[in-house]
């Protein structure tokens, strides 16, 4: 619904494009980051929360490749997984190229260790005395595991924003596996507002790539917002 | 046992009889030895007074007997049932019959509401659970009776929809044992209680150890207050060197002991 | 063996390696005499390739002519649906040609054409690992290389269009006027005036390099020549920021004349300038015979839709401020053989 009250501002600045086009490509950029943040947060706090919790040989290796991993070139990341969806690859009969699942995918590889990372840095530091608490009424594992995620939801929330600041604006894998493409009536099929600027800026187009980025940021800070607004509008502590 | 009876529930052990038995318990930490060979018996209706000098281990015996983590050696049986020697499913059911209650409050940063309603919660199914949850985000919540009438022992009915970090240190602590008593528990195990907290607030939590006590429930606290034993315990044990070296009536542990040590001990604490 | 029916029912048969069609064997000398029998017998299946390919181009050119008819298509109701990924340079796509080409050939066969700008190079790469169905470039010799390793059939030459020297107004090497563009180069370095070059192996880096490798100069070891490793948008701007000169395609030139301030010093032969300055793209459909999951039918379709007289005329009327770029060579009356086989191929004489 937003959307649609967007396009009267851009009258006013003369933005050189269609709005069916940016309408696309937000459509895009959106879609792609949210589900691999989404899907990288259920992988990252049952892990976060194993990681943390359990005494294992080698928790420190793991603890810094988690680290490693939240400084991950994001085009390293965007050529291993076109090896691996490619044609030639292990999953080529998928027919995953230049598709937004690929771009799912390889967000998904960016955004995990930035959010296991910041997740574990929270759930850590729960205190062991509340864990105790909800475990001595009668709490079984699972429901200890859910008093602490909520008791760090501050945190994890923190990390599922910087995970998802991480997806959207990266540009390096999406470009690689998605291929940027949009359809000649400008409906983007793989272009993100991150490569729809690189393209831009390819043709020397500077002022427009810089309006893209205000999009961008825009976008931003709109999720940033409605997520900071459901946290503290459920006011003490929401749901448990 | 269903949570929807009323409060002063229908126990499976009258009081005077015992509850919950630790025998021959030996545990230890890292090489450490700390319990060596010791037995104790908690009874319901009864409030049982554990004391000793700092880190002589009642917390650990504590914790085991809040089956938190399994002795090294010996058994933990509540009504003649030894826990560990059960399926994880049973175990689960006995650790739920019993409450814990830490030195520190460790509330969960959320209301008070929702602190003391977490045993019923987390005791309900799955789909009750989820049931409960859209009821309170729509503001449908409703409170059990146990709820209120467990606040309300610890003077708190009103503080239901306040937030657990504005309460006060012996608030937050009443609050705890609140959240302990909802659910009924058979056996209420207190960890210092009270150390932390000012007279009147200590005095609230042993008026409610009382309330505890004529609910038919076996209560067993850990204090280094020998004034408070005096005062809520029936009986108390003595432990020193990693076991209990006497155990009887309070009023006779403290006044005529029949072990030397016991005698040492509270001549000691007593100058304080 | 495999078997393959174009839509308009002539069967292709790949029973056999498809190295053996041009490899590098075929006409080394050394190994002439080893291989006759075998190279004649060759050039007769090369021969009925070529012909299977013209049959196939002429076939899929008249089936989009009775579409065109407003007759109903059987044919396009097979490809229907389907999606065809074409990889092709930056700058070919930043001339916004392939969305006018696209969008009536989208509309006449029902299907989707995925369009990756990429850059010569990865738009080889690409189509060599089966992740692209039909590749347009503009670099002769890679072409035929692709051709030659076997991962590419049926190449036409599409269209062309050229590039021109630009460069600061003030010409400080004083080249502006001249029509032999390596004497040009020459006089730049020789001036040691600054020279941005693409630096990335694109279309247009490998035109300069030609051109430098013509002139018998090296000018990576020049102090002014800087590499950008940028597209060629981007290469104008810093051009146009920093001074000098550098090799351009006219579109992107052309698009970019409200934006910088360099001018035009030695013609292409779009403007009678020499003809080392042409640009000539040329389309392949990646071999089915390679990777058997490339939508080659589409590709054909889309490469006679190209190469075909609705092609010619979007191409030809196809203009950036007021200029038209690109000039189609698909549709003439004189054949060109030399279009479907690597540029230096030859038949071997016995």
């Known amino acids: 619904m937003i959307l649609e009250i967007v396009p009267l501002t851009p009258s006013l600045l003369e933005f050189p494009f269609e709005w069916h086009y940016v309408r696309s490509i937000i459509y895009v950029s959106l879609y792609v980051s949210l589900v691999a943040v989404a899907l990288s947060t259920l992988f990252s706090l049952p892990v976060a929360m194993l990681v943390g919790f359990s005494e294992f040989r080698g928790k420190q290796l793991v603890t810094a490749v988690i680290n490693t991993g939240m400084g991950l070139p994001s085009v390293v990341v965007g050529l291993a997984v076109l090896f691996t969806v490619s044609n030639q690859g292990p999953l080529g009969s998928f027919d995953l190229v230049f598709t937004t699942e690929a771009m799912i995918m390889s967000q998904f590889v960016l955004a995990a260790p930035v959010i296991t990372g910041v997740s574990l840095a929270a759930v850590g530091s729960v205190e062991g005395g509340v864990r105790d608490a909800a475990y001595a009424m009668g709490g079984t594992r699972l429901d200890v595991a859910l008093v602490t995620i909520k008791e760090a939801r501050y945190g994890i929330a923190t990390a599922v924003l910087a995970g998802f600041g991480r997806a959207i604006s990266e540009v390096g894998s999406v470009l690689i596996v998605g291929g940027n493409i949009a359809g000649p009536d400008g409906t983007s099929k793989t272009r993100t507002l991150t490569t729809a600027i690189q393209l831009e800026a390819r043709q020397g187009r500077f002022e427009t790539a810089m309006l893209l980025g205000a999009v961008l940021l825009a976008l931003v800070l709109l999720v940033n917002g409605i997520l900071v607004r459901l946290g503290s509008g459920s006011g003490t502590g929401g749901v448990r | 046992m269903s949570l929807e009876e009323p409060v002063v529930a229908h126990r499976s052990t009258p009081s005077g009889e015992p509850i919950l038995e630790a025998a021959d318990l030996y545990h230890g930490f890292d090489g450490e030895a700390v319990l060596e060979g010791l037995d104790l018996t908690v009874n319901a209706g009864e409030v049982l007074a554990i004391i000793g000098p700092s880190g002589v281990g009642k917390s650990t015996l504590l914790r085991l007997l809040g089956l938190f983590e399994r002795p090294d050696r010996g058994s933990i049986a509540l009504e003649g049932t030894d826990v560990w020697a059960t399926t994880d499913r049973k175990r689960l059911a006995s650790r739920r019959r019993v409450g814990t209650v830490f030195q520190a409050a460790n509330l969960f940063d959320a209301s008070v509401r929702r602190n003391v309603t977490y045993g019923r919660r987390i005791r309900r199914s799955w789909r009750d659970r989820v049931r409960h949850e859209i009821d309170a985000l729509l503001g449908r919540a409703t409170v059990d009776e146990p709820v209120i009438q467990a606040l309300e022992t610890v003077g708190l009915a009103d503080a239901l929809e306040q937030d657990a970090a504005s309460l006060s240190g012996g608030e937050a602590q009443r609050v705890a044992f609140a959240r302990a008593l909802a659910y009924d528990p058979d056996v209420l195990l207190l960890d210092e209680p009270t150390s932390d907290l000012d007279p009147r607030n200590t005095a609230v939590i042993e008026d409610a150890v009382r309330a505890a006590r004529a609910r038919g429930i076996g209560v067993a606290i850990a204090t280094h207050d020998m004034h408070q034993a005096e005062r809520v315990a029936d009986r108390t044990a003595v432990m020193l060197g990693g076991a209990v070296t006497e155990i009887g009536p309070t009023e006779r542990v403290f006044e005529s002991p029949r072990d030397d040590r016991t005698r040492q001990f509270i001549d000691g604490e007593l100058v304080y | ?350």
């Open chain 3, 1 to 350: 063996m495999t078997r393959k029916v174009t839509q308009s029912g002539y069967e292709i048969t790949s029973n056999s390696e498809p190295a053996e069609f041009v490899t590098g064997s075929n006409y080394a000398p050394a190994q002439t005499y080893l291989s006759v029998p075998a190279i004649v017998v060759s050039m007769q299946i090369q021969r009925r390739r070529v012909l299977a390919g013209l049959g196939t181009g002429v076939a899929v050119g008249l089936a989009g002519c009775t579409g065109a008819l407003g007759g109903e298509d059987d044919d396009a109701a097979e490809i229907s649906g389907e999606t065809l990924t074409l990889t092709t340079t930056t700058s070919t796509y930043d001339t916004g040609l392939l969305d006018e080409l696209n969008a009536p050939f989208q509309d006449r066969y029902g299907v989707t054409v995925d369009t990756v700008a990429q850059g010569t190079g990865a738009a080889l790469e690409t189509a060599r690992n089966g992740d692209a169905d039909v590749v347009m470039v503009h670099a002769r010799s890679l072409e035929d290389e692709f051709l030659e390793d076997g991962y590419g059939v049926n190449r036409r030459d599409l269209m062309f269009n050229d590039f021109v020297v630009v460069g600061e107004p003030d010409d400080p090497a004083g080249v502006s006027g001249g029509d032999d563009v390596v004497s040009a180069f020459a006089e730049i370095a020789a001036a040691e005036a600054t020279f941005v070059s693409r630096g990335d192996d694109s279309g247009t880096h490998t035109k300069e390099r030609e051109i430098w490798d013509e002139a018998g100069l090296e000018p990576e070891e020049r102090g002014e020549y800087q590499e950008a490793g940028d597209g060629m948008g981007e290469v104008l701007v810093r051009t146009d920021q920093g001074g000098g000169y550098t090799l351009a395609d006219r579109g992107t030139y052309l698009s970019m004349q409200g934006e910088i301030d360099l001018e035009i010093h030695v013609q292409g032969p779009i403007e009678d300038g020499p003809d080392l300055l042409a640009n000539p793209y040329g389309i392949v459909a990646v071999n089915p015979a390679v990777h058997d999951n490339v939508t080659y039918d589409l590709a054909m379709a889309y490469i006679g839709f190209l190469t075909g007289l609705e092609g010619h005329d979007v191409i030809q009327g196809y203009t950036v401020e007021g200029e038209q770029l690109f000039f189609p060579e698909a549709v003439a009356e004189d054949p060109n053989f030399q279009q479907y086989v690597p540029a230096d191929w030859k038949p071997e004489e016995g």
